[in-house]
Every structure is written in structure tokens, then in C-alpha cells.
């Protein structure tokens, strides 16, 4: 999440409640971890527990995005700030054992987005999205086109055994379904004498591991293939959703890769969808006035949703009817078919404020009926909730900047 200090206008005061260091912060992919970017380097925590694992501080400049690959020691920077560390349309792929870059992918324009997979590097450009290999000399594989995605709305299954990644489609309000396990450069099968996968480490904490097979050397890729070199890239199967009318703003994809849920400019509704299929199985309300949707994250058993947004608010919606609450719904449903879709919709169970108002991201904890919140004001918070009458409690309050 990019929680750079918003634009001021007239007569407000929560501008001052922004952590002015801070610039990103981000889960990881089962949000037991979490890490930050900040004017002048990055930091990594554990989530529930809270705990500082680690910072690097850096001279000459600030981190604007930081990817996690589960818990190991291989991360992805993109500069930002006032003053970037590294160029804004380069992704670094570092090794946090040796404190070096390991390997960078370079490309046209501003990276708005990326995300580290075992064996894939996912990056979001604006009118564009790339999957690249994740290995010593990184391999171009796909370059999917997209409407225009200023947000960098992208999102993988986090689940070790799936690939699911959904992004914005070329139409405005449509999303994009890729399994990534399908996507594979003939060229580079034929020769993968000539590079190592990345090892990652399966650990409980951020552990510092070795190189492994990593290549000490740097390697800059491309975003599109040399022409005639003659890489040929294994045709792709996609999923189009036709999810809003409006641009898509925040999308998520569940654990086992089954579902996508996504939001659009708007916010007012959160759409849940097969991602076989794309049937609609959910419709879900966050509210009636127009918002920014921050984050929308499954939990680990894909029953339950939880969505943030500019409003300071995080919403917790049922995706099982046999769980003991169920979402709000209008007394007047039984006459859906004769009144607007408003009064058929699904509102959350439960919900919270934030405090200070401020942006934050939101992903469920440890314990099943917990969610940890992410906050542009240098904050991360517990919140409990009861899964009867929805009550939430904030557990525990902390400052990490």
C-alpha cells in the first residue's frame, strides 16, 4: 500500500496524523510478516506476535515498495521518497544475507506494483502487467496489457501449491485470470541448465539464510524479448470477469486460488467471484458513500473477508453461511425483485474504526477471529472480534515508525 501523505484540503486536520517517514507497507503472503519502506530504508515485523525482526538503513535514499517472499531473505525494492534509492522504474531483487542486489529488471516506465512468487516476479506498470522468472537472470514470460491501473491493483493465491493471479483487464471495470503455473517461456525450458531457482526458506521467523544456488551475478532483463531471438512463450489460458462499470481499485485473490474479490473506484461494493467460472457468489456492501478501498483480504480458510478503506473504517463480512454470524442483510429483502439492489445487498457482520481516520491495510491474524491493521500513521493494531454478535475489540496498539 502506497501511504504516502494525501493531497491537503481546506479544513482538514488529519493530515498531521501521517507518519511523514513512512511511504509503504505491506503483508506478506500468509500476513504472519509484514514490512514497511520508509524515507530512508526498510524495516520487516512479525505480525502476532508483534516484533521487529530487522531495518536496513541506507545513506542516499527511501524504499516506495517492498515484496516479501514468505519469510526468507529475498525481497524486491522499488526507489521512492523524496529522494529514491533506486530508480522508480526498476525492480531489485535483494539478498539480505549478503545485504546486496542480487539481480534488476528494468523497465519503461514507473513499477507501481510487485509481487514475489516461489518462481515468478509479478510487476504492475501502468498500462501493463509482467511476469517475469524468479531466478539468477531473471526471464521475460508474459506482458499482459491493462486499462489504466494507476493503483497497481494486482494480486496472487498465496497458498504454496497455487498460482492465481488477477489484475485489471483492458476494459475498464474487468479482471484479468492468469494461472502463473501456465506460464512458461519455451526458451527458458530448453535451457534451464543456465540458471537456479531461488530457494526460500520455510521458517517461523525472518531468518537470514545463504545464497543457496542464487547467482552473486546482476542481471537486467527487459520487459519484452529481444526480437529475433526467438524466445517463445507457451500460450496462456485467461479468465475475463466483467466485475464493475467503473475502474477496478483493490482486488484480492483467496488462499486456494478459487475466488477474486474486487472493488472498484467507487467502493461501495465488494464483488466476490470464481475465478473458473466467474460466476458471482458474493455481493458485498461496504457502504453507501463513495470510498477508496485500501485492502481486501481473505482469510486463511477463505470464510471470511475483511476490507479497508479511506473512510478509517474495516469492514468483516461471512463467505460461509454455516459460520455462527451472518452478514447484516435489509428486512426488506424479500422484496428484492420489486426494489432497488440496495436492499438485496450483504453488509458486514462486523466492523471498526481505526483511529485518526488515517489509511490503513488490514489482514487476518493468528488467531481466527482476529485482524491485524496497518496504518499510514506509523501504527499496527489488533483487533478481536466476536463471531456472534460481531463486536470488535482492539487488543493491542503499537508504533512501528
Not at 531468518?207 to 544456488?213: L, M
Request: with cysteine; net charge positive; hydrophobic share 35%.
Amino acid at each position: 500500500m502506497n501511504v504516502g501523505r494525501p493531497l491537503p484540503y481546506p479544513g482538514s486536520g488529519i493530515q498531521e496524523s501521517y507518519a511523514p517517514e513512512l511511504l509503504y507497507a505491506a503483508f506478506n503472503q500468509d500476513y504472519g510478516c509484514f514490512a514497511i519502506g520508509t524515507q530512508t530504508g526498510f524495516r520487516i515485523f512479525n505480525s502476532d506476535p508483534y516484533k521487529e525482526k530487522m531495518r536496513r538503513e541506507f545513506k542516499d535514499g527511501g524504499i516506495g515498495i517492498v515484496a516479501m517472499l514468505y519469510r526468507s531473505n529475498y525481497l524486491a525494492f522499488v526507489g521512492g521518497g523524496r529522494n529514491p534509492h533506486f530508480p522508480p522504474n526498476k525492480v531489485m531483487l535483494w539478498d539480505d544475507a549478503s545485504s546486496t542486489i542480487i539481480a534488476e529488471l528494468e523497465f519503461r516506465s514507473d513499477v507501481l506494483n510487485v509481487q514475489l512468487q516461489r518462481d515468478r516476479i509479478v510487476v504492475v506498470l501502468r498500462n501493463k502487467c509482467i511476469i517475469c522468472s524468479l531466478e539468477a537472470k531473471p526471464r521475460h514470460l508474459h506482458a499482459f496489457e491493462t486499462s489504466n491501473n494507476d493503483r497497481g491493483a494486482m494480486a496472487i493465491s498465496g497458498g504454496n501449491d497455487s498460482g492465481i493471479l488477477a489484475f485489471p483487464g483492458r476494459q475498464k471495470g474487468h479482471i484479468q485470470i492468469v494461472d502463473l503455473h501456465s506460464c512458461v517461456n519455451l526458451a527458458a525450458v530448453q535451457d534451464t541448465a543456465a540458471t537456479s531457482p531461488l530457494p526460500v526458506s520455510g521458517g517461523q521467523g525472518f531468518r537470514p539464510r545463504g545464497r543457496g544456488s542464487f547467482s552473486a551475478d546482476s542481471a537486467t532483463s527487459q520487459t519484452s524479448a529481444p526480437h529475433g531471438s526467438g524466445a517463445a512463450v507457451h500460450p496462456t489460458n485467461i479468465n475475463i470477469i466483467a466485475a464493475h462499470a467503473t475502474a477496478i481499485s483493490a482486488l484480492a485473490v483467496s488462499p486456494d486460488g478459487s475466488m477474486v474479490a474486487s472493488a472498484s473506484e467507487k467502493g461501495t461494493l465488494i464483488r466476490i467471484f470464481d475465478t473458473m467460472s466467474g460466476r458471482l457468489l458474493h455481493e458485498l456492501r461496504r457502504g453507501v458513500d463513495r470510498a477508496d478501498i485500501y485492502s481486501i483480504a481473505f482469510s486463511p480458510d477463505n470464510t471470511r473477508l475483511c476490507v479497508s478503506s479511506d473512510k478509517g473504517t474495516v469492514h468483516i463480512f461471512n463467505l460461509d453461511p454455516k459460520q455462527a454470524a451472518g452478514n447484516r442483510q435489509s428486512n426488506l429483502k424479500f422484496m428484492k425483485d420489486l426494489l432497488p439492489k440496495y436492499f438485496s445487498s450483504e453488509w458486514s457482520f462486523a466492523h471498526f474504526r481505526v483511529a485518526n481516520e488515517v489509511r490503513c491495510i488490514c489482514g487476518f491474524g493468528t488467531e481466527r477471529n482476529s485482524v491485524i491493521v496497518l496504518c499510514a500513521d506509523g501504527t499496527a493494531q489488533k483487533y478481536s472480534f466476536d463471531s456472534y454478535r460481531g463486536n470488535c475489540v482492539r487488543e493491542w496498539y503499537r508504533k512501528f515508525i
